[in-house]
């Protein structure tokens, strides 16, 4: 139940970071006063509730589990999140990007096996 749990703070902090920048750009796309701008809004609204949802998930693994234990699968997100954003957004990873993953990736390893 607890990896479950783990799992459901990971995407849900994620999909929270990738809905809040695809909201911020729609938001930017469009004039004020344009329709579609409330599609950007719905989508901010989402982010807002994925980001929630993965706070008071955040909040009962605290209550449960050592810090030094969750904090590795917290790194985890940043990882996650610049893959993903490139994979949804488009978004470009530069070679010192990757380089940072990989560095953040021996981090949580490391971290993990103490």
Do not use: H
């Amino acid at each position: 139940m607890t990896a479950l749990l783990i799992v459901l703070s990971l995407v849900t902090i994620v999909a929270g970071q990738l809905l809040l920048k695809a909201a911020m750009n729609k938001l930017g796309e469009f004039a004020k006063g344009d329709p579609r701008r409330r599609q950007a809004w719905w989508i901010f609204a989402g982010s807002i509730f994925s980001m929630t949802i993965s706070f008071f998930v955040n909040i009962g693994l605290l209550q449960k589990l050592e810090l030094s234990y969750l904090f590795p699968f917290q790194d985890l997100s940043v990882i996650l999140i610049a893959v993903c954003s490139a994979y949804f957004l488009k978004e470009r990873l530069s070679a010192t990007l990757i380089t940072g993953i990989l560095l953040v990736t021996a981090g949580v390893i490391l971290v993990s096996a103490s």
